[in-house]
């Protein structure tokens, strides 16, 4: 995949996954512990003394309520995060860059942030994600609202493999499993309140009425699978 050169005010579909496919997220407290990163690198504050403060802090519980103590700090943003999920051995962000390099300033953060935790809480050494993350430039507005739905239903492979070849067997099931999967911002734009301070919902909420306009749009993609080659990314 050839270079992007990121422009302030485009959106990007950003990704990565362990190396070897290997999982990067073992439990709870790995998913939350990510996801607070999501929030805490989000800031035009210098990489390493942000990075060099990851060794001092505790493992964060996996009954925890939000992502950050410092919820209401001031933060000079150098992305927005539109959207993201998380799964066993990947990930999955949508970003529009605000200021000048920052997307990869953010990205160094959270790839060394996470790194640095992972080996240190499982006593392992070496490279945690299969090389620098990928990136792809939204260039549409349908493309944007299409990316957003592609990333949200993520989890679908977790509760039903293959479901894109074979289709659904049991889509209440899919549903429920869905709106309750806590690792994705999905639940926060269908009116469920999960991880809202990491967000910006703005830029996707334009496009719809309310939470269940956009949890159709969602769905609606679970009994028509084939529109979603157009943005699919092997993982």
């Known amino acids: 995949m050839s ?17 070897e496919k290997r999982r990067i997220f073992q439990d709870n407290s790995d998913y939350v512990r ?16 942000v ?18 103590s410092n919820i209401n700090k001031h933060r000079d943003l150098l992305v927005d995060v539109v959207c993201f999920c998380l799964m066993p051995n990947h990930y999955h962000l949508l970003l529009r860059q605000k200021v000048d390099g920052g997307i990869s300033k953010f990205m160094q953060k959270l790839g060394t ?50 479901w894109k070849e074979k289709g659904i067997k049991n889509k209440s099931d899919v549903f429920r ?9 999905y639940p926060d734009y269908i009116g ?27 769905k609606d993609l679970l009994t028509d699978p084939e529109v979603i080659g157009d943005i699919t990314i092997d993982n």
Do not use: C
């Open 51 to 68: 990075i060099r403060r990851v060794g001092k802090e505790k493992y964060i519980q996996e009954d925890v309520r939000g992502p950050t």
């Open 177 to 185: 499993f869905l709106e309750n999967y806590r690792w994705s911002s």
């Open 113 to 162: 942030g996470h790194t640095m935790y992972f080996n240190e809480r499982y006593e392992r050494n070496g490279v945690l994600f299969q090389g620098k993350f990928k990136a792809v430039h939204v260039e549409t507005d349908e493309q944007l609202t299409h990316l957003s739905r592609y990333i949200h239903l993520n989890p679908v492979e977790l509760k039903e493999p293959n």
């Open 3 to 19: 270079r992007i050169q990121f422009e302030n005010n485009n959106f990007y579909h950003v990704f990565n996954r362990g190396t």
């Open 192 to 218: 469920k309140k999960n991880f809202p301070s990491v967000i910006n919902k703005k830029f996707l909420d334009q496009y719809f009425d309310d939470p269940r306009d956009y949890e159709k749009f969602v």
């Open 34 to 49: 990510f996801i607070h990163y999501l929030f805490e690198f989000n800031d035009k504050n210098n990489i390493s003394n």
